[in-house]
């Protein structure tokens, strides 16, 4: 099996993984706060890598920490903003709308001189008519959630891009633990600002959605995500990835009893069709010679 295969196993391995992380995340607002539940959740991604971190004994320097500062401080803004929207909006959702990086990703690639094809613009294009149909259209108007939404993706698009520029130069290990250290802290003291005093009670109530996210979102996806973001182009990786919003709403719909209009369905099937259109051309434009 070549290198970029097994790198799209391990890249859909992440997407379910992170799908079905949203409805722990739900779940856990029902007991702490937005901050309170990603300081924990990434503290305790730290410490299910750390005894591989330890045992790897990477190389850190400068350099290390300052890549692994810019990918916390920006996985603390994006997850910080979904994590608050999901006081309000559904699991299925916010799966939805945090997949728009898929589409997002090679536009923003601009900035950095990548080149932006026609399937992509009209990706775009066809993303922002289901996203108007699910939000908009839905309920009569864009409510804060899903604008928070919104701008978490642009968050997560940066967040792959920065993900796969340095993934190879650094251990990736340590990279996924120390930005989740970051993250953690950053929730932390947002937390000790703005939430209530940390309840031990609620907490424990909170305990199988902080381990399941911490676990497997964090412990688990981040790192595939690293490792395989080494041997795959980053927007072939972020529509693989962006699957994680089908695995999101069966997620919902099963555990949660979530329900969605046939607006919103409409437009869920339109972003996801937005999705297979851009994969389709990338795989036709990687195999040929």
């Known amino acids: 099996m070549s290198k970029s295969r097994k790198a799209h196993l391990l890249l859909l391995l992440t997407a379910f993984l992170w799908g079905t992380s949203f409805v722990a995340q739900s779940a856990g607002m029902e007991h702490i706060g937005p901050f309170t539940f990603n300081a924990l959740r990434y503290g305790v991604g730290v410490l299910v890598l750390l005894p591989f971190i330890l045992a790897r004994k990477p190389r850190l320097d400068w350099r290390f920490f300052r890549i692994s500062l810019l990918i916390g401080l920006i996985l603390f803004v994006s997850s910080s903003l979904q994590q608050n929207a999901l006081l309000t909006a559904s699991a299925g959702k916010a799966g ?17 001189g990548r080149k932006v094809k026609l399937h992509h613009w009209l990706s775009v294009a066809a993303s922002f008519i289901g996203l108007y149909l699910m939000t908009y259209a839905a309920s009569g108007g864009f409510v804060l959630a899903d604008w928070l939404l919104l701008i978490g993706s642009i968050g997560y698009s940066f967040h792959i891009i920065s993900v796969s520029r340095y993934a190879g130069d650094v251990d990736p290990l340590a990279l996924s633990a120390t930005q989740f250290l970051i993250a953690s802290l950053f929730s932390l003291v947002t937390a000790l600002f703005f939430e209530p005093a940390l309840d031990p009670g609620l907490i424990r109530l909170a305990l199988p959605s902080i381990l399941y996210a911490g676990v497997f979102s964090c412990g688990v996806a981040y790192t595939l995500q690293i490792v395989a973001l080494k041997d795959s182009h980053s927007t072939v990786a972020s529509l693989i990835m962006g699957l994680e919003a089908v695995f999101a709403v069966l997620g919902g719909v099963v555990v949660l009893g979530e329900r969605f209009s046939s607006r919103e369905i409409f437009g869920s099937l339109i972003m996801l069709a937005s999705v297979f259109f851009v994969q389709y051309f990338e795989s036709r434009a990687s195999e040929t010679p």
């Open 96 to 112: 939805f709308i945090t997949s728009l990086y898929i589409v997002l990703v090679p536009v923003i690639s601009l900035l950095f």
